[in-house]
């Protein structure tokens, strides 16, 4: 990601703290328990846990979830950062990020065709990341397709946090919502984020 300034550094995070205490509630509950029968024997108890090929598990803790984000506003808004941060600060689940290379407003759920669609690896504090060439609708598209991370699916997706309002009819236009709608398309929770702010470049 594009080195910011000192002052971007040091700006409080804008991202509402009920927002923040709501996601990291959702992914706690979406969190796998840990295996265990209630009318085990002493011996199933002391003996390995075994994957349906008979293989030993290693006896971990349950991976955090995935979550995607990705945002209208381009793999350089200042409401993807924000949220970003809130999540890797949080430290319940394993953030990654695809976003468009530049600021894709009002394309609703447009997708590339006839072109290809470039993705490249970004660095981002605390997470995987990648920017593409498409559309909102493209990043989620090609994450769930396999090609970018090693995981076949996200427990959530967010597209956010959108600068300025997605309200009424606004939202047939929203390409952030419609970055949402996509994964929902294909069964995968999610959800939009916008707020009614403006960042002054």
Do not use: Q
């Amino acid at each position: 990601m594009a080195a910011s300034s000192g002052d971007d550094a040091r700006r409080p995070n804008p991202l509402p703290s009920a927002l923040v205490s709501n996601l990291h509630s959702v992914l706690a509950a979406r969190r796998p328990p840990p295996a265990e029968e209630a009318g085990a024997t002493a011996d199933e108890t002391s003996a390995p846990e075994a994957d349906s090929f008979g293989a030993p598990v290693a006896d971990e803790a349950p991976a955090k979830p995935a979550v995607l984000l990705t945002c209208a506003g381009g793999i350089r808004s200042a409401g993807l950062a924000a949220l970003v941060d809130a999540l890797v600060a949080g430290g319940r689940c394993d953030v990654h990020v695809c976003a468009p290379e530049s600021d894709k407003p009002a394309c609703g759920h447009s997708i590339t065709i006839r072109e290809t669609v470039a993705a490249t690896s970004v660095d981002f504090t605390g997470a995987k990341a990648f920017e593409i060439s498409g559309t909102p609708v493209d990043c989620v598209s090609l994450v769930l397709s396999g090609k970018l991370f090693s995981w076949s699916a996200p427990a959530l997706v967010i597209s956010g946090i959108n600068a300025g309002p997605n309200c009424g009819y606004e939202m047939f236009h929203s390409s952030a919502i419609a970055a949402a709608r996509e994964a929902l398309l294909y069964d995968v929770p999610s959800i939009a984020v916008s707020l009614n702010w403006w960042v002054c470049l």
